[in-house]
């Protein structure tokens, strides 16, 4: 889908008004503190029911006021929001005007994905942060997933719990044989999204880092060992498992690296290298989403202007022609848009817009 156009009432910074958007390409140009990632962030709540800068959605509600309200219409005016007071444990989320109780019924057919300056720490963090990217994907390309994981971790926190209290008993066994199986289940689903992951990733790299393309490899950990069996991986760890207090392996240790001879991306690439490396990650993703769940993904890309010199944008550029989805982008200076312009004889439409002071107006 592709939004047509955004209610935003008391979010971060941003006044309170309707912005319409262009169903291609739009930019957002504003200097630092103007409200470019606090509209983003807005488009993203509406999606995921959370921000992609913090966990606390009060934050996201403006200093001085108890309730936020973000509200989109679609193309084909179908119309979704949801609003939180500060004291509110839950949401209010509407659906053509009628109440909801679920935030997944409201996110049907919006997949947002988002690409910031954060988005390094795909690279650099831990494995918690790309098992957070690919689980995203899963949830919205394997159905399984999202139950799965859902009795999986219910399963590994009953487990925890016995060797914290170190209980061995019949209820070890019984917990120790659920984990086994569902961490299996889990490794089988997320293997095969890799695959697909990793292969729709060649036909972006082609495109964004051409030079590269033959040497990246992608290297996936399950959780345990390879040539392994989890069962006996745990049976051997046994006593340290009881000593530490909880599970050490199992699919919640899951993690995948992309290699280039054996060096990590981080090792090998220059900081744009890397940044074009997410944004090749980021668009196998969202086609992947597509073919999946036949709808179109929407692309937020805050603050594109930092790390890509002209030919990486050139190609960027090239990237986005043949995405064809709703793009959002922002950028500190109008300077680092230029090259990513269509000019009047290319297909792409675009609208500019200019933040100031939380207020997002389009420019001619
Ligand atoms: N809950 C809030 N209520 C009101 N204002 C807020 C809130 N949270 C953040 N702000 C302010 O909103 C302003 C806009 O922040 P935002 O991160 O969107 O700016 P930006 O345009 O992305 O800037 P930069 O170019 O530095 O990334 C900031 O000045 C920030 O202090
Ligand atoms: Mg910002």
């Known amino acids: 889908m592709s939004i047509e156009s955004l209610y935003v009432k008391n979010f971060r910074n ?3 008004q309707r912005i319409s958007f262009n169903s291609n390409l739009n930019f957002i140009v504003g200097d630092n503190g103007s409200g470019k990632s606090s509209l983003l962030e807005a488009v993203f709540f509406l999606g995921h029911g959370k921000s992609f800068r913090t966990s606390k959605s009060d934050l996201v509600c403006h200093f001085d006021e108890d309730v936020f ?3 989109v219409k679609d193309e084909s005016s179908n119309s979704f929001g949801l609003s939180k007071g500060k004291e509110d444990v839950s949401f209010l989320i509407k659906k053509n005007g009628n109440r909801v109780s679920r935030l997944s019924e409201l996110a049907t057919d919006f997949a947002v994905q988002v690409v910031t300056p954060e988005s390094f720490r795909l690279l650099s963090g831990g494995a918690k942060e790309r098992r957070k990217f690919i689980d995203l994907g899963m949830f919205h390309v394997k159905h399984e997933f999202s139950s799965q994981w859902k009795i999986f971790s219910k399963i590994l926190r009953q487990r925890n719990a016995l060797l914290k209290n170190r209980f061995e008993s019949k209820s070890y066994e019984y917990w120790t044989n659920e984990f086994v ?3 299996k289940l889990l490794s089988e689903l997320r293997e095969k999204y890799c695959e697909l992951v990793s292969s729709e990733l060649t036909q972006w790299l082609k495109i964004l880092l051409p030079e590269l393309v033959e040497t990246i490899d992608l290297s996936y950990y399950r959780g ?6 989890l069962f006996d991986v745990l049976a051997s760890q046994r006593e340290k498992e009881f000593n530490q207090g909880f599970s050490v392996a199992g699919a919640q240790k899951f993690d995948f690296k992309f290699l280039i001879g054996g060096h990590s991306i981080e090792q090998k690439l220059s900081r744009g290298q890397q940044k074009l ?4 990650l980021t668009f ?3 086609k992947l989403i597509e073919k999946v769940k036949q709808v179109k993904p929407i692309l937020l890309i805050d603050d594109i202007g930092a790390e890509l010199d002209l030919s990486s944008r050139t190609r960027f550029k090239e990237a986005i022609s043949t995405l064809s989805c709703q793009i959002l982008i922002t950028a500190i200076e109008q300077e ?4 990513l312009v269509f000019a009047e004889n290319e297909l792409k439409e675009y609208t500019m817009f200019h933040v100031k002071h939380g207020q997002i107006l389009e420019s001619k």
């Open 224 to 229: 345990w060992s390879k040539s392994r069996e």
């Open 181 to 183: 199986t569902y961490s």
């Open 69 to 71: 309200f973000l509200n």
């Open 336 to 339: 680092a848009i230029k090259p």
């Open 14 to 16: 941003l006044t309170e």
């Open 277 to 280: 490396f997410l944004l090749a």
């Open 284 to 286: 196998a993703q969202m």
